[in-house]
Each structure stands twice: as C-alpha cells, then as structure tokens.
C-alpha cells in the first residue's frame, strides 16, 4: 500500500519556522521526484516546491523563494520542507506529493503526480 504521510504542522507566529516532514512507504522512493503543494481555505492548490529524485535539483515558487527549503532523505525514504520567515498567508494544508522521475518537470509542477499525502495543517497568526 502506498503512503505518504506528512507531519510537523501547528499553530505559529508571524516570523517563525516549521519544519515539515513527509515519510514515503509502499514504492521506490529513491526514482520519484518528490513535491509539497499547499492549498489555502476557499482556494485551488498551489505549487510550492520539487526536488529530483537524486536531490541535485530544487525548484521553488516565488512566494516561498528565500524562506523555505525542500530536502530528502532517501536512506530514510522521506521528504522535508524547512519553512522560515513564515507569513500569515503561508496558512494552508501542505500537502506531499510524488511523480515518477520519468515525468518531465513541466507536468511535475502543472500537478502531475501519482501519488499524494492527506496533508497537515499550517496556521501563521499571532
């Protein structure tokens, strides 16, 4: 069975930092190419950042560009997102997701995975 199962949301203020986690079971971890997407209360999903398979390349929104950091573990079959300088409108679900890394980066951030994780919540308030 495959899983994606994130963790390392809560309550934050204005300034501070999360570090999210996603743990991968149920499929070859080390050839998928490895994203968080987010998505806010009463709005679609927003790409926020990928890492290849071998985690040689990172890519990442605008908005989160400077603040937040993708990285993975593939001992440990795992995914992280370190989040600093967070912003109220960094509130959301963040979701992980994962494309085999034979799909071409274009359709990896137009959505196109195969697999997604249930999300964990994010709230930036003071």
């Known amino acids: 069975e495959v899983q994606l199962v994130e963790s390392g949301g809560g309550l934050v203020q204005p300034g501070g930092s999360l570090r999210l986690s996603c743990a991968a079971s149920g499929f070859t971890f080390g050839v998928f190419t490895m994203s968080w997407v987010r998505q806010a209360p009463g709005k679609g999903p927003e790409w926020v950042s990928s890492?290849?398979?071998?985690?040689?390349?990172?890519t990442y929104a605008d908005s989160v560009k400077g603040r937040f950091t993708i990285s993975r573990d593939n001992a440990k079959k795992t995914v992280y997102l370190q989040m600093n300088s967070l912003k109220p409108n960094d509130t959301a679900v963040y979701l992980c997701?994962?494309?085999?890394?034979?799909?071409?980066?274009?359709?990896?951030?137009?959505?196109?995975?195969?697999?997604w994780g249930q999300g964990t919540q994010v709230t930036v308030s003071s």
């Open positions: 890492i290849a398979s071998t985690g040689a390349y990172k």
């Open positions: 997701a994962a494309a085999p890394n034979t799909v071409p980066w274009g359709v990896v951030l137009d959505g196109g995975y195969t697999y």
